[in-house]
């Protein structure tokens, strides 16, 4: 049974950090590019960036360029999104979903940044 599982987020200040991760089970995460989407309310799914396979190859969406980092440790399965200098418009639930495929996105994680 394939399951992506997003955490880590919360309620941040502007300026502040975080860090999301996402635990993959029922298929290996060197197999795949992996993605992550964010939705805000009221709002369709925004693709925020992906990572290839053996992670040596990443990119981003232009809004979080320079202050977002995609990671991941295959050996735990496991894909991370630093985010640093977070703004309003950052808040949004976030997903991780296999090949970029939002329909494969499990439980997502809610990052709220707010003074």
């Known amino acids: 049974d394939v399951q992506l599982q997003a955490s880590g987020g919360g309620l941040v200040q502007p300026g502040g950090s975080l860090r999301l991760s996402c635990e993959v089970s029922g298929f290996s995460l060197d197999d795949y590019t992996i993605a992550w989407f964010r939705q805000a309310p009221g709002k369709g799914p925004e693709w925020v960036s992906s990572s290839n396979a053996d992670g040596g190859s990443t990119i981003y969406t232009d809004p979080v360029k320079g202050r977002f980092t995609i990671s991941r440790d295959n050996a735990k399965n496991t894909l991370y999104l630093q985010m640093n200098s977070l703004k309003s418009e950052d808040t949004a639930v976030y997903y991780c979903?296999?090949?970029?495929?939002?329909?494969?996105r499990g439980q997502g994680t809610q990052v709220t940044v707010s003074s």
């Open positions: 979903t296999r090949q970029s495929n939002w329909g494969s």
